[in-house]
């Protein structure tokens, strides 16, 4: 009886044990599904429907909110608000979030071995958000014109780092990958704008004509960057008791981030391979299923270019200097094995420590199910990383006016084929004699009401 006794007290000690273990088991099950179902891109959804309807001051608030609560998306975030402080008039809180934004980018450039290894057991979300390559280089573009429309200072210093980072950017991917192609191409917006300052300076026209030359060739039919050449080599800003009108339009809406399955390629398993054989004794399975990713999308656009007037006289449409879109796809894509390679990487260490943690506490019973079942909810938890800078145009295009002195009325109206597709929207300007004025505008589609900004102080701007 006492054998028998115990031989029951045993029994029921190991099945309260399973029992135990399946209780942390759907614990974790939970929070792990909780965990995978929260994405930036699901969290952005409400600040981006409240910026495209116009509701700034709500989208600030929502995004404020979501700063606050999620540390991971702070700095995705903080680039969101930036944008909303720029077409909001607030250009210099615009310069600093960004600016704060480029530094800590810059600094996550150095790989965390404690971040590269947490994300294997979970997903990429878990690591800080170091930037897109399009986005490292956007942020340049976008101090750039934040100084512009503030006090102009920094503004050709900002130029200048558009191009650097795109040199090192690119030198980088060479490197990894040993090749270059065409993915990094240059914005011909950079040498525009340098052209722009050196020429407003009355006396550097040669560096003007240099910068203008690259941004022509670059983009060899826009007419525009002819009749800058054009101008500057003869040593002529303005005619006497003219001035200047930039006027900087975003058009439509930008690239973002969605989750999609992905078969993985040759070219992802050849680094994936490389990947787990770096951190342990695994082996990749001859296939593998689809895992999720990130993509990058661009919505289609009824706006692509904005018409001028002045006073009430065409002057024409404004011209693309800088391809959002082109950038952000091909840069994006060229990384898009080593992101495949990774998501593998993390299928493979889960399956494999199912497995000997299996083999370690016993496969029979509700304990190998529940193993089981772990390893599902483990999988089935990970998502796509899909933070990124949601608030971006489609691009960014440039007209350059010439007015006499004194203050007027620009029209401008959102154009698709050179065709008006909504109403004109007007605001008065201020030309001043010999200097540069800055107008910054941004038509996500043609239904949108667009924010209209003048630079404050042009005087200071042009010098």
Known sequence: MTRCANYRFKAKQHFAKQHRYLGYLAACLLVLLSLGCSTHAKRISQPRTLFYDGQLQACRESLEKLAKSNSHDRDVVNLDLA?????????????????DVRDRFDHLEQDSLAEKTVSMWADDQVRSY????????????????????????????????????????????????????????????????????????????????????VASHLLPNCEPLHWDLSRVRGGVHSQPGHGVVYVFAMVGRGPYKIEVAEQPTSAALLIADRIVSAVGPYKLPPTVAP????????????VD???????????????????IEQLA????????????????????????????????????????????LAGIAWEASEAADTRCWGLLPRDIQVLRVEAPAGDHQLQLNPLLRNRPVGPAQTTPVRVIDGLNTYVLCWFPDARSVSQIMCSKRADLVAH
């Not at 490197?175 to 052209?195: D, I």
């Not at 895992?291 to 009824?302: E, G």
């Not at 270019?305 to 391809?323: D, E, K, Q």
């Not at 593998?344 to 193993?371: C, E, F, P, Q, Y």
Request: proline content about 3%.
């Open 83 to 99: 944008v909303v402080d720029l077409l909001g008039g607030l250009a210099k809180q615009a310069e600093t979030k960004l600016r």
């Open 130 to 213: 170091s930037g897109e390559d399009y986005e490292k280089i956007l942020i340049r573009v976008f101090l750039s014109l934040s100084s512009l429309m503030h006090d102009g200072i920094d503004a050709e210093s900002y130029t200048l780092q558009i191009q650097d980072k795109h040199e090192e950017l690119e030198q980088s991917f060479a490197q990894k990958n040993e090749k270059t192609g065409s993915e990094y191409a240059p914005l011909p917006l950079g040498f525009y704008m340098r052209g722009m300052l050196r020429e407003a300076t009355h006396r550097d026209y040669d560096d003007a004509v240099r910068n203008y030359e």
């Open 291 to 302: 895992i999720k990713i990130p993509d990058i999308v661009v919505p289609s656009s009824d």
């Open 329 to 372: 796809v091909s840069t994006y894509r060229a990384n898009r094995n080593s992101i495949i390679a990774r998501a593998v990487a993390r299928r493979v260490i889960k399956k494999a420590t199912i497995v000997a943690a299996k083999n370690s506490m016993g496969k029979d019973g509700l304990t190998g199910i529940g193993m089981d």
């Open 305 to 323: 270019s904005v018409g001028i007037r002045i006073n009430g006289s065409p002057i024409g449409p404004t011209a693309s200097l800088a391809n």
